[in-house]
């Protein structure tokens, strides 16, 4: 059987569903993923196949564009971004599904040129969703623009945007994460797919030589973690936290820029999580869904620092509702703050007891190979795989 992933963003898109491409691949099948250029080697590491597809890049003006926007506004604003890239690629995804025979599409949340690039070419489309919205909000947030390009593509309507969950919707949650109660009935939760460290990481020079305080990982993902002033806020912050600190900051932002740290602080562009993790205490996030899932399944607490896309905004809200961590809003993010939040994770156990509920919930989902099997199924049957209550 033939797959095609579609990955919308950046290695935090990527992540979660390379596991479930390396478990397909081991059952024998052919798995290719297509997805921006920055992809590739990240994807090649993991010995996966990978096809180039163009789309704009998320530089400095969009970036202002978002910053400018006002915070009701901001949501759709992210969304539209992601839309206009899957238009972009749209043409190119198609004609990549057709020349490859694939007999099933799996997409992350963002990757939306796979469901009309699988309407196109009559191939059925399973979803990754590690943002699930319930549909009539996400109807109203960006409804109209959807509409618009089914219209330029010369495909059926769809007011309620039931194509994004018409076949397989695979989340990768526990029941208790999801703050509303309807799911499509396509949908299964499964256990967050979490990716091994390659052969040729290591941990050493980050954790050598560290005192017995406890250990802090810290990272603002790979996708908003520029925005201006932040990180020197984070790590302002963390110098006043008494324990060791693990900062990643992203391929793209070099630690050097950043000067001399404390003692306490150790920086890095990037490193696997499940390398750090094991090691840790607490965590501080964005609350984008990679690492604040890996932080979870570890049992770990997190400080929030919720940026622009919208399932930040909503995870926080559900982090602190689950009573696993403490969300800090735009307004007050201050190092002061900031500093306060950690130290109190660090020291109240119940955050540390909360989030080890969700890691136990967590671990009694379904696993990757559950999810193969699904996405087998519905190769096979070419038809919607209801979820059996």
Same mark, same amino acid.
């Given at each position: 059987?033939r ?58 003006s ?6 400018e ?21 749209t ?44 549909a009539? !909000?996400?109807?109203?947030?960006? *409804?109209? =623009?959807f /509409?618009?390009? $089914?219209?330029? @593509?010369?495909?059926?309507?769809? +007011?309620?945007?039931?194509t994004l ?8 949650a ?11 009935a ?5 256990r ?29 993902g ?22 060791n ?12 820029e950043?000067?001399?740290?404390p ?20 965590? !501080?996030?964005?609350?984008?869904? *990679?690492? =604040?899932? /890996?932080a979870? $399944?570890?049992? @770990?607490?997190?400080?929030?620092? +919720? ?21 800090i ?20 156990p119940?955050?540390g ?21 699904l ?15």
């Amino acid at each position: 059987m033939r797959l095609v992933i579609h990955v919308g963003g950046g290695s935090g898109h990527l992540r979660p569903v390379i596991p479930i491409a390396i478990a397909w691949r081991e059952r024998g099948h052919q798995v290719v993923v297509a997805a921006e250029p920055a992809n590739r080697h990240e994807t090649e590491q993991f010995g996966l196949d990978f096809a180039e597809l163009s789309v704009p890049p998320v530089d400095g003006s969009i970036m202002r564009i978002i910053g400018e926007a006002s915070e009701e506004d901001r949501p759709r604003v992210v969304l539209s971004l992601f839309l206009d890239r899957a238009i972009a690629c749209t043409a190119q995804l198609t004609q990549m599904v057709e020349d490859s025979k694939a007999d099933v599409i799996l997409r992350e949340t963002t990757a939306w040129a796979a469901v009309f690039a699988g309407e196109q070419a009559g191939v059925p489309v399973a979803s990754f969703d590690f943002a699930p919205v319930p549909a009539p !909000l996400f109807v109203d947030l960006v *409804g109209d =623009l959807f /509409a618009r390009y $089914r219209q330029e @593509l010369g495909l059926p309507e769809d +007011p309620d945007l039931k194509t994004l969950d018409r076949w397989l919707t695979l989340i990768g949650a526990p029941p208790q994460w999801l703050w509303f109660d309807a799911l499509p009935a396509t949908a299964h939760l499964i256990r967050p797919p979490d990716p091994a460290p390659l052969s040729d990481e290591s941990n050493t020079d980050l954790l050598d030589a560290m005192d017995d305080r406890p250990l802090v990982y810290a990272t603002l993902g790979t996708t908003f973690n520029k925005e201006s002033g932040l990180w020197p806020t984070v790590l302002e912050a963390l110098a006043e936290v008494d324990a060791n600190v693990v900062a990643t900051l992203g391929r793209d932002l070099d630690p050097s820029e950043f000067g001399a740290q404390p003692p306490n602080i150790r920086l890095a562009s990037f490193v696997s999580q499940g390398l750090i993790l094991p090691h840790c205490t607490a965590v !501080l996030a964005h609350g984008g869904y *990679g690492s =604040l899932m /890996a932080a979870l $399944r570890h049992g @770990l607490p997190v400080v929030s620092i +919720p940026l622009a896309a919208l399932d930040n905004q909503l995870n926080a809200v559900q982090l602190e509702s689950l009573g696993a961590g403490i969300a800090i809003p735009e307004a007050p993010r201050s190092p002061e703050v900031i500093a306060a939040a950690v130290t109190d994770v660090l020291g109240e156990p119940r955050y540390g007891v909360a989030a080890q509920a969700i890691a136990t919930s967590i671990e009694a989902l379904p696993s990757t190979d559950h999810a193969v099997d699904l996405l087998e199924r519905l190769a096979r049957e070419r038809r919607p795989v209801l979820r059996v209550e």
